[in-house]
């Protein structure tokens, strides 16, 4: 973590609420990954534009890893997402990384 992370953070007694031990989830919009490729140790990061794609699939590989792009099913989209739907299956993949294989 960087001095300027470190200085941009809150004392614990002046956080508005107390948490003991963050965990991570997932946003109520977002989806679990697909237990298929999850098995094949991949890690499913984040659904992307299209448009930039490139760019992560590069910064990703820069970092030694295998990137795995799959389209993006409607049943990934949530209810609350349905007015978009079709552009989201239309224009965004799931990125997927795990370490390198051979």
């Given at each position: 973590m960087s001095e300027f992370h470190r200085d941009a953070m809150m004392p614990e007694e002046?956080?508005?609420?107390?948490?003991?031990?963050?965990?991570?989830r997932l946003p109520d919009f977002e989806r679990p990954p697909d237990p298929r490729l999850v098995a094949e140790g991949w890690l499913r990061r984040f659904m992307a534009d299209t448009e930039r794609l490139s760019e992560y699939v590069e910064l990703y590989a820069s970092l030694g890893l295998d990137v795995r792009t799959e389209k993006v099913s409607p049943e990934e989209v949530a209810d609350e997402c349905s007015d978009c739907r079709l552009i989201i299956c239309r224009q965004f993949v799931t990125i997927y990384t795990r370490q390198r294989q051979g």
């Amino acid at each position: 973590m960087s001095e300027f992370h470190r200085d941009a953070m809150m004392p614990e007694e002046e956080a508005p609420c107390p948490v003991d031990h963050p965990t991570p989830r997932l946003p109520d919009f977002e989806r679990p990954p697909d237990p298929r490729l999850v098995a094949e140790g991949w890690l499913r990061r984040f659904m992307a534009d299209t448009e930039r794609l490139s760019e992560y699939v590069e910064l990703y590989a820069s970092l030694g890893l295998d990137v795995r792009t799959e389209k993006v099913s409607p049943e990934e989209v949530a209810d609350e997402c349905s007015d978009c739907r079709l552009i989201i299956c239309r224009q965004f993949v799931t990125i997927y990384t795990r370490q390198r294989q051979g």
